[in-house]
């Protein structure tokens, strides 16, 4: 769907080439064409509010940090792409009436290129923005948000190693020729799984320390103990505040979720060695006003 609100704008000749590039700029009005991703799997991450109302001023750069969690059930990926299209559907965008004036008077929508994107890959939201592996920049031009070129970004390998910890950053730059508010829901991925070649033993009691932060106050955290409980690629672990989060195994990552009426958390537990381990995990109310943020653990194992 595609609707703009141009008030006085409505008089002008120009307008209906404005709302044909607009359109085609802003969200799909045309027929999706269908690639064959049949050794692929599909995977979307909700983004739960962290890519909401993003402010855009025209040719100022501005980064977005995005952390995303693999579900439990994937398994160590053998490769990825991200879905731009699929990702772009779940888009929206919106200008001020000034601002879309300002356009036509200089002909910024009549450019062979209204912008640009770039998507960078990292283990942390401190640092992802300045990482060094990077994809595009992809240029904005009318007729991308509905058929951007290209249609699907492929992680080499460096980028699949952070993601088969379970966790991935991503830092998305964006420059618009206008000022614009952007939404964006989710992220979609196709991959493909490869065979776990073993099963780390994460059993025992692990005690450390957290961190969380959370959108709607502020950052939380302190002591932390848990016990793993496995049996072969299958596991769960309750923490000090018996509560229970389960999950898989796959070579040396423990991805877990839980989903109450109230919240839902999913993460992973990654050996570093055999008595220390990192946890990070996403959680996100389901309630209002839907706080949600990102935890980091810091786990070492006593006994087992």
């Not at 036509?104 to 592996?133: F, M, R, Y």
């Amino acid at each position: 769907m595609c609707t703009i609100q141009f008030l006085s704008l409505h008089r002008h000749s120009i307008l209906v080439q404005t709302l044909f590039i607009i359109c085609m700029f802003l969200v799909s009005c045309s027929k999706d064409d269908s690639t064959d991703t049949s050794a692929f799997t599909s995977l979307s991450f909700p983004l739960n509010g962290a890519f909401q109302d993003i402010q855009l001023v025209a040719n100022q750069p501005t980064n977005q940090v995005i952390t995303l969690n693999v579900p439990p059930e994937i398994k160590m990926l053998k490769s990825a792409k991200i879905d731009i299209l699929k990702t772009l559907k779940n888009a929206s965008v919106s200008y001020q009436k000034s601002a879309l004036k300002s356009a036509l008077i200089n002909s910024a929508l009549q450019n062979d290129e209204t912008g640009w994107i770039h998507i960078k890959v990292g283990d942390s939201p401190e640092t992802a923005c300045l990482s060094s592996i990077s994809y595009g920049p992809y240029n904005l031009s009318p007729g991308f948000f509905g058929a951007p070129m290209p249609k699907e970004v492929p992680l080499d390998q460096p980028s699949i190693q952070i993601v088969n910890t379970g966790t991935v950053v991503l830092c998305i730059e964006m420059v618009s020729a206008i000022d614009a508010v952007v939404s964006i829901d989710e992220v979609a991925f196709d991959i493909t799984q490869s065979d776990c070649t073993e099963t780390f033993d994460f059993s025992g009691l692990w005690q450390g320390i957290y961190e969380c932060e959370n959108s709607c106050a502020n950052q939380f955290g302190g002591e932390i103990q848990l016990t793993v409980t496995q049996n072969g690629t299958t596991a769960s672990y309750t923490d000090d505040m018996d509560i229970t989060y389960t999950g898989t195994i796959c070579d040396e990552v423990f991805r877990f979720e839980r989903t109450n009426e109230y919240e839902s958390e999913s993460g992973t537990l990654t050996r570093i060695d055999d008595n220390y381990a990192i946890k990070r995990s996403t959680w996100r109310s389901h309630y209002e006003p839907y706080c949600f943020g990102n935890c980091v653990d810091t786990l070492y194992r006593i006994s087992q």
